[in-house]
């Protein structure tokens, strides 16, 4: 189920199957590593996509979650739990691995994977918090 309106509309429906929301997270930035990072953020967001479709009637995709400046907010994720189980937070940039686990572990279930390299790296990582 992703955040469109035609999957919402069934959101009632299925709500209890869906115990996980997933989303990206990434930092905006206009420096000269900008077109690298937008390439990145592509292949990165074309992989959630994917999970999404592998993965339907369990995983709720979100849309990425995009951060401007130095401060992640423990309160932009955590009212996420209200609705599921397992929050996965999903850093587009190695640099904000530690920012998002460190701010994470104070949430019950709120997960942050590392950054894949692959999607089968990304498949293989939500599965394996599954079934912890």
């Given at each position: 189920m992703r955040w469109a309106s035609k999957d919402l509309a069934r959101y009632e429906e299925?709500?209890?199957?869906?115990?996980?929301?997933?989303?990206?997270?990434?930092?905006?930035?206009?420096?000269?590593n900008r077109i690298g990072e937008v390439e990145?953020?592509?292949?990165?967001?074309?992989?959630?996509?994917?999970?999404?479709?592998?993965?339907?009637?369990?995983?709720?995709?979100?849309?990425?979650?995009?951060?401007?400046?130095?401060?992640?907010?423990?309160?932009?994720?955590?009212?996420?739990?209200?609705n599921f189980s397992t929050v996965i937070l999903l850093p587009f940039q190695e640099d904000l691995e530690t920012p998002l686990q460190e701010?994470?572990?104070?949430?019950?279930?709120?997960?942050?994977?590392?950054?894949?390299n692959s999607f089968q790296e990304l498949y293989e990582q939500i599965m394996a918090k599954w079934h912890e």
């Open positions: 299925i709500k209890e199957y869906l115990d996980t929301a997933i989303l990206g997270v990434f930092r905006i930035r206009f420096d000269e990145e953020f592509e292949k990165m967001n074309g992989w959630l996509s994917e999970a999404e479709q592998q993965l339907k009637g369990r995983l709720f995709l979100f849309p990425p979650y995009p951060l401007y400046g130095a401060g992640i907010h423990l309160s932009d994720f955590s009212s996420l739990r209200t701010m994470a572990a104070g949430i019950n279930e709120v997960v942050v994977l590392k950054k894949p």
